[in-house]
T-cell receptor
């Protein structure tokens, strides 16, 4: 059972453009929604995270939008740069389950010069 | 910046052999995790460990897997009688619960190849 569905699988954006990655979750017990960035051969690195009591969180060029009623959240990368080219994973976690994260399948982002 | 360190970075083992993957979590973190990632696939939760015992485990974490915190700094994952399908990148992670949530820091991974 896939608890977190992520789309698109891959994304190509021009430098300076906006990258948008979407996720939907099924488990209403999730109360923590992080996004991770992973470069080839490296471990996932936390990018930004949100709790369901807020609808948006912004950190620099990265913004999470959260829609609790629709059980959806998305990552927006403004002014995308070639250095942002990586795989992005959304995840959901439940504080009552030790925050074990359920990851989406990932989105491979390529930002072209 | 503190980091989670893992050893070995890559291990090749024969099917049926036992493997131990080692991790040094970030000091003062209280939660420890193992995740795995089969090549090209998503990151999958295996097990979480808190207060010297397993707090959660997934269906993947069956009897061939075990975890241990043998001392105050190391956290290990043992895979008994490895199978070909155990070939994957294994990530150790640690976290410290905050009022906001749970910032989980991942190590660089141990790439396990079972032949």
């Amino acid at each position: 059972q896939q608890q977190v569905k992520q789309s698109p699988q891959s994304l190509i954006v021009q430098k300076g453009g906006i990258s948008i990655i979407n996720c939907a979750y099924e488990n209403t017990a999730f109360d923590y929604f992080p996004w991770y960035q992973q470069f080839p051969g490296k471990g996932p690195a936390l990018l930004i995270a949100i709790r369901p009591d807020v609808s948006e969180k912004k950190e620099g060029r990265f913004t999470i939008s959260f829609n609790k009623s629709a059980k959806q959240f998305s990552l927006h990368i403004m002014d995308s740069q070639p250095g942002d080219s990586a795989t992005y994973f959304c995840a959901g976690g439940d504080s009552n389950s030790g925050y074990a994260l359920n990851f989406g399948k990932g989105t491979s982002l390529l930002v072209t010069p | 910046e503190p980091e989670v360190t893992q050893t070995p970075s890559h291990q090749v083992t024969q099917m049926g052999q036992e493997v131990i993957l080692r991790c040094v979590p970030i000091s003062n973190h209280l939660y420890f995790y193992w995740y795995r990632q089969i090549l090209g696939q998503k990151v999958e939760f295996l097990v979480s460990f808190y207060n010297n015992e397993i707090s959660e485990k997934s269906e993947i974490f069956d009897d061939q897997f075990s975890v241990e915190r043998p001392d105050g700094s190391n956290f290990t994952l043992k895979i008994r009688s490895t199978k070909l399908e155990d070939s994957a990148m294994y990530f150790c992670a640690s976290s410290s619960i905050t009022t906001f949530g749970n910032t989980i820091y991942f190590g660089e991974g141990s790439w396990l190849t079972v032949v």
